[in-house]
């Protein structure tokens, strides 16, 4: 997008609107109007944005205003994300879309933040001392943004109730694996009848088994990385590794395909699927998938789907590509919209800059699908028909 005027505007009065959505969740006019003031801000070209520089951006005297919106004035930011949440389906929406789980880091100094300790951080690529949040990003032909978020706490936070006390975490909130804040997600998702076809992850969330046969009792059709160490049920194994299941395999069974579009142009890779667990409903298929490098073909990645009868092999491919598009969402939300810039502390204060971050990214993520439906309007023949299938639509 552009920085001219035009652009401003479209991009205030586009916040005015997804503000407008939950403005009635605040009782008073000074956490409303620092809310909308904060948005404006982390959509701002501003070289740092913490409360300083948006409580400068947005005329205020000094940070307090800012302050107290994050970190001392009641406001429940689940709500407001639900608000959020569904003005991403409003203007997004769509049957086919993917719902994709990852997690990002946000490094830190010291140890008073909500979560902080030394731990791997995929951001950074080593173990540093960070905090990880576990993310939800919805992903669709038009466009790609985040719609939940949590804070993992370390068990060493989660064993000390008054550390976590004065980090503002309540005695009920207990451990939880990655892997559980991801279910739980994708169950608010399910709830709250955000429609959408299909589930992917990384290997750390894939390689559950639990989460993978909750998925599929739910009939939630998936395509969950895992590692060559899983197993799988086959005619000739209960517990078959499934790098066995591609030893041998014929030449021409693999593909070579992109998987979409990365940062050095298409993601070409060698790809091969075997069917597994054959005794099951005659309408819904078992795959293990092999994902192999064709410069250096001893690299090999593996994913296990759930999936329609009729899905072919580019489907498959399609879905566990869409996987990049969470990558994606942390580059733009911390590049356009603060999402890593913030100076809270407190447990509640980080859920609430995310969610805010979060309302400007989908902001930004629906003028892109409007700019980008305005172009294929004037440069498209109109069609005569359309084809969906839906899959799970609440």
Known sequence: MGGDLADVRLWAGELDAVHERFVHR???????????AYMRGLIAPLQRKNGWTLAEEAGHEGP?????????????????????????????????????????????????SAGVQR?????????????????LAYATSRGRTLIDRRLYLPASWTDDRERCRRAGVDDEVAFETKVAMAKAMVRRAMADRVPFRWVTADAAYGFSKGWRSELERADVFH?????????????????????????????????????????????????????????HRPDRRHWVLARRSVSRPGEISYYIAYCPVETTLDDLIRIAGSRWAIEEC?????????????????????????????????????????ELDAGKAETDPPSSSTSASPRYDG
């Not at 969950?224 to 499934?242: E, F, G, L, S």
């Not at 299941?245 to 069974?253: D, P, S």
């Not at 733009?332 to 609430?352: I, T």
């Open 119 to 135: 731990q791997y951080s995929g951001t950074a690529g080593r173990t540093e001392n960070c905090q990880v949040g576990v993310f």
């Open 330 to 370: 942390f580059q733009s939300a911390k590049q356009e919209c603060g999402l890593d810039d913030y100076q809270v502390r407190r447990y509640p204060g980080w859920h609430r800059h995310m969610t805010l971050a979060m309302a400007a990214h989908a902001c930004l993520t629906v003028l892109r699908a409007r």
């Open 223 to 279: 395509v969950m990385a895992t590692t060559r160490h899983d197993t799988v049920v086959t005619r000739w194994a209960i517990d078959h590794p499934v790098h066995d299941l591609f030893n041998g395999l014929a030449r021409q069974k693999w593909k070579r395909r992109s998987c979409g579009t990365g940062a050095h142009g298409p993601r070409i890779y060698d790809w091969a699927r075997v069917e597994v667990r054959p005794w």
């Open 64 to 112: 307090d205003r800012i302050h107290r919106m994050l970190n001392r004035i009641e406001w429940d930011a689940d709500e407001v994300l639900d608000d959020v949440r569904q003005y991403v389906v409003d203007n997004l929406g769509d049957q086919d879309a993917v719902l994709v789980v990852d997690d990002t880091g946000f490094l830190k100094k010291g140890t008073r």
């Open 26 to 36: 605040f009782s008073r006019s000074e956490p409303r109007e620092s809310a909308l």
